[in-house]
């Protein structure tokens, strides 16, 4: 069974960067369809950017421009590199692997903006 560990969120201010890691683990990496989401407080979980297995990605309007995933198969491991954060992107960050009926979620990473 797939296992998820996410890591690099933290505190930034406005306009500045964090690049997300979520290292996965006990499955077949290469052939899962990988996200992130966020939630934030009092609000539902919500998409923000998949990676297909073969690389294939999409965005959520609110972070085009500003969010890049992607994927290293020989490192078993995805990243959302975040730019111009701003204070609505406050949340915590999940991935999520995919295949077939298989979900599996990871534990989340904080990620805060704020000044």
């Known amino acids: 069974q797939l296992q998820l560990v996410e890591s690099g969120g933290g505190l930034v201010q406005p306009g500045g960067s964090l690049r997300l890691s979520c290292a996965a683990s006990?499955?077949?990496?290469?052939?899962?369809?990988f996200g992130w989401f966020r939630q934030a407080p009092g609000k539902e979980r919500e998409g923000v950017s998949c990676?297909?297995?073969?690389?294939?990605?999409t965005y959520v309007d609110s972070v085009k421009d500003r969010f890049t995933i992607s994927r290293d198969n020989a490192r078993n491991t995805v990243y959302l590199q975040m730019n111009n954060l701003k204070p609505e992107d406050t949340a915590v960050y999940f991935c999520?692997?995919?295949?077939?009926?298989?979900?599996?979620w990871g534990q989340g990473t904080q990620v805060t903006v704020s000044s």
């Open positions: 990676i297909s297995n073969s690389a294939g990605a």
């Open positions: 006990g499955g077949t990496f290469e052939h899962y369809d």
């Open positions: 999520n692997a995919r295949l077939g009926g298989n979900s599996i």
